[in-house]
Structure formats: C-alpha cells, structure tokens
C-alpha cells in the first residue's frame, strides 16, 4: 500500500499565476482533507472532499478550491497566487468521520516567487 | 484565533530523558486530542491520541495527560531517544453531524535529544 502520494513534490510559481496540486488518498480511504502548513508553524485546515462535495472549509478565500473525483483523488486549486501563498501543502486522507485513522502525504512546497 | 496553543516552541531533552510538550485549548466541544510527530520533509504521523473521558493514555514510551477542567493535555516522552528527534504537534477536533470534521493544530515543538 502506497499511503497518501502527492505530487508535484515541489513547485516554483510567481505572483498571480495559477497552481494545481494533485493528492491519491490511501487504499480503502473515501475522504480527502487539504492543510496549509507555513514555514515553522502548524498545518491549517484549508477543505474537506467527501462524495465529491467540499464538506467543510476552514478559513481561507475562495482563490482557494478544490475537487474530489470518483476514484477518490483529488486537486488543490490555488489562483491568483500570493507571496504568502508559499508554504507545504499537506493532503490527509480518511474514511469519513475517522479521523483518529487519518494518514497524511509528505506534501507539496509550494514557492511563489 | 489559535484554537489550540502550544509550548514550548522548542525543547533540548539529554538522551534517558523525559521531554515534555504541553498544550491548552478552548473549545470544549473538542472530543478528540492526537498527537502527531513531523520529521524535515515529511508530512505529519499520528503518534498516539486520547478522547476526555480518560485522563491518561500509554503506549510505549508515550503518554498524553489530559486534564479537561483545565482545557489542557500533554505528551510526555520517557527515555528520550535521538531518534525521537523530530517536530510534535497537538491537534484537537470535533465532528459536525454529517461526519466531517477538521484537526487545529498546535504552533509545534521542536525537540531534539543530545545523544
């Protein structure tokens, strides 16, 4: 079982440019969580997939959308990116309402210049 | 608003040691406290977890105190190792009614175990 795989594994960007990242939950999981950890700080819950629906959302702008499709992976889409925007992208995935079994991937570092 | 706090940021524990990393939160309908350990490039691992209806959880050389009167929890390494050597976050959550939920993540710790 290959766990959570996330990819790119590090992307350079510059101001106002689009990115899309791209998260495969593990093996049986049916729900995709995204988090945004900056450099030194803790992750922070950006969305929720689940049956291809955003089920909850922390709070972050709506430059900040996703999408879960029906193998279960899913997109971070982020636009008109900012400097602040720099920072790991972390995808956890789970069976929904499990998270005391959630596993997250090693995340995408993400650098806009 | 930070849900949940963290401290300290950072902690330097001789190896056979016992290091030590509080957190406090606010929400008391949180119902589920884990902790995750984070090494340079990884993303986080759940390393052990309590609910408050216990006050202590162990396993192995791990235990999380849990004091729900105060809003706060702890995790305590015995016999720290360099291996152990990584950045520890608290979380906490809670489910709404269709299931989803969301983890808060404490600011972390850095520990680092001097062989």
């Known amino acids: 079982d290959a766990g959570v795989t996330q990819s790119p594994t590090h992307l350079i960007k510059t101001r106002g440019q689009q990115v899309t990242l791209r998260c495969s939950p593990k093996?049986?999981?049916?729900?995709v969580s995204w988090y945004q950890q900056a450099l030194g700080q803790g992750p922070q819950f950006i969305f929720q997939?689940?049956?291809?629906?955003?089920?909850q959302r922390g709070n972050f702008p709506d430059r900040f959308s996703g999408h879960q499709y029906p193998n279960y992976s899913s997109e971070l889409n982020v636009n008109a990116l900012l400097l602040g925007d720099s920072a790991l992208y972390l995808c956890?995935?789970?069976?929904?309402?499990?998270?005391?079994?959630?596993?997250f991937g090693p995340g995408t570092r993400l650098t806009v210049l | 608003q930070q849900q949940v706090k963290q401290s300290p940021q950072s902690l330097i524990v001789q190896k056979g040691g016992i290091s030590i990393i509080n957190c406090a939160y606010e929400?008391?309908?949180?119902?589920?406290f884990p902790w995750y350990q984070q090494f340079p490039g990884k993303g986080p691992a759940l390393l052990i977890a309590?609910?408050?209806?216990?006050s202590e959880k162990k396993e192995g050389r791990f235990t999380i105190s849990f004091n729900k009167s105060a809003k706060q929890f702890s995790l305590h390494i015995m016999d720290s190792q360099p291996g152990d050597s990584a950045t520890y976050f608290c979380?906490?959550?809670?489910?709404?009614?269709?299931?989803?939920?969301?983890?808060?993540f404490g600011t972390g710790t850095r520990l680092t175990v001097i062989p």
């Open positions: 956890a995935s789970s069976l929904m309402g499990r998270v005391d079994e959630q596993f």
């Open positions: 093996s049986g999981h049916d729900t």
């Open positions: 997939y689940y049956e291809e629906e955003e089920r």
């Open positions: 929400n008391t309908a949180f119902d589920y």
């Open positions: 309590i609910r408050p209806d216990v």
């Open positions: 979380a906490a959550t809670l489910g709404d009614q269709t299931g989803a939920n969301n983890l808060f």
